[in-house]
Structure formats: structure tokens, C-alpha cells
């Protein structure tokens, strides 16, 4: 197996961005990782995107297809592959660009995750989001994508004590990290009575608790380590790659409070590295709500489970803690386009890891973790890069 | 959801409508919603797994009051949703209906109970199955 480097990165802007379209989006991400890579693009061997309903959200599949068309790459026919995944779609197409790359089957891949949600209203989006559930025993029912969270929080606050100012601080620190991000979707400074003075969506949650709706497009360049000199000084390799799967319904798990695909996908990728949790200097880890932040650090072994919200209060993950966690914002702050996130983390930790990440860098961070959820926890990918 | 032929629900009816699972005949593991094979027994278990109706009576395990619903619910909302542990161990989620929303806790004892879950609108098909409402209430009610 051969080790793989990341030599580019691009992002968009991520919002509500009504002028711009699905092939915009995409296409203006990918051609800034080209270009960040120094590639041309008759280099480039195959094309992975994630997202994870173009279907629903713009009456589009087939999209891998749509891609390569858009991004100009058409005349070369290579294949181009949609990885699906839920909000954990681009991780995925990430780990699948990485095992076509570390087996020797390409050179250089371009992996791009794109989600354009509000062509829709918010009530359809909220239909759609919904399908990462189960839909014939959760979302048949009635429940919601942002119910399932809201479960999970109230059996974490009855099991631990976790309280709901603390996860209020979540959402309060993702806010103050974004405000550095120019990319992010919020720039508010919010505070924890804001948050609890929300309106509520599925209690305990409110408003402020969830990421929002989002329109944005993020791209990598992949290529073996070994060829990556050849591009760039600021080498940036995958040091390990772990993927997961759980039961599809919250309902279909002993323990509501841990998320075992994080386990397992992080404990494969910290294996991988021969790094241990402490190892990490920053971490971009899934908080679609303030809740999954909190599970997010105790699965993927920050703090002992039950401590995630106290963590979060004591300044663990601030960005001057002693693992800072969401520097970009979050999917709370930095925002949420769906396939998108999962390939925007891991472009964040990049630039953290090159140095690059202006005002809000963390100090000397060498090894840097990426955590990407689908649905409530069915899906997960967890990848540890590494400066090299 | 819309759009969908009928028998997409009407296939789910002994589930939805009397809470029949499955029993897996090696292990006696029971499940629900129905499975066709067991998880643990796997192969062992195919052409041995056997319905068996539930008992309709659990405990919450976790609940969420939805004030944002999706929108074949906007006429119920605010509305209670939770994971229920039945006595037989299975989880099933379900609204709780039947009682003040500021009186569900953890641990709270609930039946199932038969009811309209939705519709296809003024024209379309209703949408039938159980939910949950608290034990205590059920039997003040005699």
C-alpha cells in the first residue's frame, strides 16, 4: 500500500448563496485545489464527489457525471464516481479517493464534496435531512433529524449531568472561531443566553444548538507521497483512514450516548498513524448539533465519556486548549453544506497543518484529526493527517 | 413523503397495526421491526426466524418534544417523540400521546396504543400505527 499526500485544497465560501449553482459551486472548489496543487488538469486520473442528495435538494443525480462535465474535464473521460454517505458523504468519497490512491489504481485524484440546499424551502430541507434516518421507524413517525440529536442530549444530561449550559458553549465557541474564518457561513459573537434563549426546535435543543442550512462546495487534490515533492514544500500526508458503520435508527442501540462508529473509525485510524488520542494538535470533529460535539470528543477518546460537556466549559477545545477542536467554526458556525463538510474539515486541517490558517492557526499543529458523521451515527469516517 | 404507491404502507400493516416482530428461533433474541436474519445467529437463523406479536408495553428510554416538525406534522406540533424500551427489550421510537408533554420523564411506564400517523392530504391514503401513552393515565381512565 502506498502512503498518500494531500497537495491541494479549495474551498468556497460557504452560506446562502442564491447566485450560485450546484455546478458553480463545485467547479469554483475544484479549480482552486488545482490550482493550490500546481496540477493540470490532464494529470488528473479520477474524479470522487460526495453529496449526499442533489436528488431531493435539486432534482439532480447522477452527479459524478455532472462533475467532470461542469469542472471541464469531460474531453478526457475519466472516471468520475458520487459517493453517498449522508452528512458523512464526503469523508467517504475522501477514503475512497484514498484506497484508489494508496492501492496504486490512480496518481492524482481530485475529491470534492458539494451540497447546494437552499433551492428548496426550509420545511422540504428538513424532509430531506430527515432521510438519513430510517424512514419507515423514525421519520414515519414524525421525528426529525434534529429529534434524533435532541434524544441523545437528554439521555446524556440524565446519564452524566451534562447541562444545558454546557452544551450552549459549544455552539458559543464554534460562533468566536468562525468569526477568523472568512469562508464561514456566521460571523456572530453569541452568546450562551442567546443560545438558551433561542427558540426550541426538538427539546433540549434550540435554534442556536443547530447547524444551519448551507449552499458551499470544498475539493482536495490527492496524490502518492511519494510524487508529492514534486508539487509542493508543505507536504501533508493521510497518516491513517478509518470508516465505521452503526445501526440506521438511534432506536437500534444498547447505549443511546456513544456513537461506535466513531470508535471503531477512530481507533482504525489512530492505529494506522501509531498515534494516540493525546497525539493530536487539532481536531475538526461532526457538530451538526452542540450535543454531537460533545460525543464526538468522548468517542474519539479527548476525554473519558460523560466529561465531553465539562471539557467543553473547562476550555479543553478552545482554540488556545489543550485540543482545540472546530478552529474553522464548525458545522455550527463554519456551516453545513451536507456532501461538502466532510471534504471541508479535512481542507481546514490542511491548512492548519501547512500553517496557512491565518488568524486563527494553532500554534505548531503537526498532527491534525478530521471527524465526519452521517445520520445519527450510522455512518462515520475519521481521518489523521499529518505535516510531514 | 409523496407520490407513493399504497403498498409501500400497506406491506408494513401487521407491524405498524399489531406490533408484530420477529423471534429468531435459535437464540430467541426478538426484534423489531422485523429482521430476516438474526445478527448474532446469521446464518443459523435463516428460515428460522418466527413472528411473534408484542406486548405493547416498555418504558422511555430518551424523549424530545418537537416544536419544528416536518410537514406532514405541522398541524400536531408541539408533539412528543421517544425511544421506548419495550418489555421484551426491543426499542421502538413513537410519538407519546395522551398526557401533558411537561409530565414525560426517563423511565416513564407507556403502552401502545392504535392511531392516525398520517396522510396523503384531503384525497390521499391515512397512514395508520401505534404510539405510546403513559400506563398510569390509561388506567385512571377506567
Not at chain 1, 479549495?10 to 467547479?27: A, C, M, N, P, Y
Not at chain 1, 493521510?238 to 477512530?266: K, N, P, W, Y
Not at chain 1, 486541517?349 to 445519527?376: C, F, M, T
Amino acid at each position: 500500500m502506498r502512503e498518500v499526500a494531500i497537495i491541494g485544497v479549495g474551498l468556497t465560501k460557504f452560506g446562502e448563496l442564491w447566485d450560485k449553482s450546484f455546478r458553480q459551486l463545485i467547479t469554483e472548489a475544484g479549480t482552486k485545489a488545482i490550482l493550490d496543487a500546481g496540477i493540470r488538469g490532464s494529470e488528473i486520473d479520477a474524479l470522487y464527489v460526495g453529496s449526499m442528495s442533489p436528488g431531493r435538494f435539486i432534482g439532480q443525480e447522477h452527479v459524478g457525471a455532472l462533475v467532470a462535465d461542469s469542472s471541464g474535464l469531460t474531453v478526457m473521460h475519466i472516471p468520475a464516481t458520487r459517493i453517498e454517505s449522508a452528512c458523512a458523504s464526503g469523508g467517504m468519497a475522501l477514503r475512497h479517493a484514498y484506497i484508489a490512491v494508496a492501492a496504486g489504481i490512480h496518481d492524482i485524484v481530485i475529491v470534492g464534496g458539494v451540497e447546494k440546499m437552499t433551492d428548496v424551502v426550509g420545511s422540504e430541507a428538513t424532509n430531506i435531512l430527515a432521510m438519513a434516518a430510517d424512514q419507515e421507524w423514525e421519520a414515519f413517525f414524525g421525528v426529525t433529524f434534529p429529534a434524533l440529536y435532541a434524544m441523545i442530549a437528554r439521555r446524556h444530561m440524565y446519564e452524566y449531568g451534562t447541562t444545558r449550559e454546557q452544551l450552549a458553549m459549544v455552539a458559543v465557541k464554534n460562533h468566536e472561531n468562525a468569526l477568523l474564518n472568512p469562508n464561514a457561513q456566521f460571523h456572530r459573537k453569541i452568546t450562551v443566553e442567546d443560545v438558551i434563549n433561542s427558540p426550541p426546535v426538538a427539546t433540549p435543543l434550540n435554534l442556536l444548538d443547530c447547524s444551519p442550512i448551507s449552499d458551499g462546495a470544498a475539493a482536495l487534490v490527492l496524490c502518492p507521497l511519494e510524487k508529492a515533492k514534486e508539487y509542493t514544500d508543505k507536504i501533508v500526508k493521510i497518516a491513517g483512514s478509518g470508516q465505521a458503520t452503526d445501526s440506521l435508527a438511534l432506536h437500534g442501540r444498547e447505549d443511546i450516548c456513544t456513537f461506535m462508529s466513531t470508535v471503531r473509525a477512530s481507533r482504525e485510524a489512530y492505529k494506522q498513524a501509531g498515534i494516540q488520542p493525546k497525539d493530536v494538535d487539532v481536531a475538526e470533529v461532526h457538530d451538526c448539533f452542540t450535543i454531537a460535539e460533545i460525543l464526538a470528543i468522548e468517542d474519539l477518546g479527548f476525554v473519558k465519556k460523560g466529561e465531553g460537556g465539562k471539557a467543553v466549559e473547562e476550555g479543553l477545545t478552545a482554540r488556545d486548549g489543550e485540543i482545540p477542536v472546530n478552529p474553522s467554526g464548525g458545522l455550527k458556525a463554519k456551516g453545513h453544506p451536507v456532501g461538502a463538510t466532510g471534504v471541508a474539515q479535512v481542507a481546514e486541517i490542511v491548512l492548519q497543518l501547512r500553517g496557512e490558517a491565518e488568524k486563527r492557526q494553532i500554534p505548531d499543529a503537526r498532527i491534525g484529526l478530521a471527524h465526519n458523521i452521517g445520520g445519527s451515527g450510522a455512518s462515520c469516517t475519521v481521518h489523521i493527517l499529518e505535516a510531514v | 413523503m409523496g407520490g407513493e404507491a399504497v403498498s409501500r404502507f400497506w406491506r408494513e400493516i401487521p407491524q405498524r397495526y399489531n406490533l408484530i416482530g420477529t423471534k429468531c428461533k435459535v437464540c430467541n433474541r426478538i426484534y423489531f421491526p422485523q429482521r430476516e436474519v438474526c445478527p448474532f445467529c446469521r446464518r443459523k437463523s435463516i428460515g428460522k426466524m418466527e413472528e411473534v406479536k408484542l406486548s405493547g408495553r416498555g418504558k422511555i428510554v430518551t424523549y424530545t418534544i418537537i416544536h419544528v416538525p416536518p410537514k406532514k406534522f405541522e398541524g400536531q406540533a408541539p408533539y412528543a417523540v421517544a425511544v421506548v424500551e419495550l418489555e421484551e427489550g426491543v426499542r421502538v421510537t413513537s410519538q407519546i400521546v395522551d398526557c401533558n408533554l411537561d409530565k414525560i420523564k426517563i423511565g416513564m411506564e407507556v403502552e401502545a396504543t392504535f392511531r392516525r400517523i398520517q396522510d396523503d392530504g384531503w384525497t390521499g391514503a391515512i397512514y395508520y400505527g401505534y404510539k405510546f401513552r403513559p400506563v398510569e393515565k390509561h388506567e385512571d381512565k377506567k
